[in-house]
Every structure is written in C-alpha cells, then in structure tokens.
C-alpha cells in the first residue's frame, strides 16, 4: 500500500491557461474521488469514478472541468481557462469497493491562479 | 439540503483536558458518518465511522463518536487530549455512494 500520489503537489499558472493534475489511486481501488477545498473549509465533492465510468458530478464542477480515468487505473483533472476563483487545494481519494469503505486521501494539488 | 455543520471553529486545550467536538447534520435518506483528521503536513486520514448498529464508536488513538438521531448529530468525544492530538477535525456525511458532504472543520490546539 503505497498510498493515493498526486502530481503535481504545487501549480501556479496565470489566468486563463490549462491545467492538468494526476492522481494515482491505491492499486485495485475501483472508485476513486476528486474533492476541492479552500482555505478554512472542509473538502467540497467534485465527482467520482467507479472502475473507468464516471458517476456523479458535482454541480461545483462546470465546464470548464474535465475528469477521466481511462484506465479504470489513474484519474486526470482537467481546468480550462483558469480563473482566480479556481485557487483551491485539488484533492483525491480511492476507495476498495463502495460507500462503506474509507477513503484514502492524497496529499493533494495546491492551485494558485494569478 | 444536505450539509454538515461543526459548530467550533478553533478549540485551545491544556494536555490531558476532555474535548467534545459538535457536529450536526442535515441529510436525506440513509445516513453515514464519519469524521476524518488531518494532522499538520498530513493528508486526510479515517479517525472513525458509523453506519448502523451501536450508535457510540469508537476509532482510533481513543476518540470516540455517538450518533445522536433525534439530534441529527455525531459529536466527537475524547476524555484526555494529548499534544500529538494537535489537527484539523472534520465531520462528515454520506449516502450510499461514497461521497462524502464535510464540515467546515474545527482545528484544535493543544497546549502541553
């Protein structure tokens, strides 16, 4: 068990530009997570996958917003033209199986939007 | 409207004082209960969970929950806090999906 890894830990970009972050889930974890928090809040839901298919999206998440896990195996977070207000700490988490299971939490994306 | 509301925002303890951290819940349907802790530098980490059964639980390093169901709440209880006990708690609530609706955290000190 080596853990839930996301790259990468830090990411400034300027207004307007893409980002891509990566997740790599605990291996044979079928449902893996992505939450956002800010500053003096708890995590906020974005969506899950179970396996490849993606399940639920967060109303939080526009179209600006794009997740996959083609592979069933890691997840990519994608945010097209960034705005200031996108700033947050990208977390994700994996799961063994269903909503009983603990989630295991990565340390996280740190975004800052100038 | 599902939401999660931790009503401290920063507790100061002596070492060896008794917490209580309030957690309420508003959620429809089946309800899951968690509270998670994150220690300085660290990620996001289990500290107990309730979904049926014996509504007092107990997690790990001594800190237990009771699920109060009339009350809509899940406090978090410890009698004697220590130094290493020093992080950000957050309380939160699930349905049957795995995801998870979280407080906006209490963060406790404690003093040695």
């Known amino acids: 068990d080596t853990g839930v890894s996301q790259n990468p830990r830090h990411k400034i970009t300027k207004r307007g530009q893409n980002v891509t972050f990566r997740c790599d889930p605990i291996?044979?974890?079928?449902?893996l997570y992505w939450y956002r928090q800010t500053l003096g809040q708890g995590p906020e839901f974005l969506t899950y996958?179970?396996?490849?298919?993606?399940?639920?999206k967060s109303r939080l998440l526009s179209d600006r917003f794009s997740a996959e896990r083609p592979k069933g195996s890691f997840s990519t977070l994608e945010i097209q033209r960034t705005e200031q207000g996108d700033s947050a700490m990208y977390l994700c988490a994996s799961s063994p199986r269903g909503f009983e299971e603990k989630l295991f939490f990565g340390s996280g994306t740190q975004l800052s939007v100038l | 409207a599902q939401s999660v509301s931790q009503h401290n925002h920063h507790v100061i303890l002596s070492e060896a004082a008794s917490l209580e951290l309030g957690c309420n819940y508003s959620y429809g349907g089946t309800v899951n209960l968690f509270w998670y802790v994150q220690y300085p530098g660290q990620h996001l980490q289990l500290l107990l969970k309730y979904f049926s059964g014996d509504p007092l639980v107990k997690g790990i390093k001594g800190f237990e929950a009771e699920f109060i169901k009339s009350k809509f709440s899940f406090n978090l209880r410890k009698p004697s806090v220590q130094w290493s006990d020093t992080a950000e708690y957050f309380c939160a609530v699930g349905g049957n999906t795995g995801k998870l609706i979280f407080g906006q955290g209490t963060t406790l000190q404690v003093k040695p």
């Open positions: 291996s044979e974890h079928n449902r």
């Open positions: 996958f179970q396996n490849e298919a993606q399940l639920e």
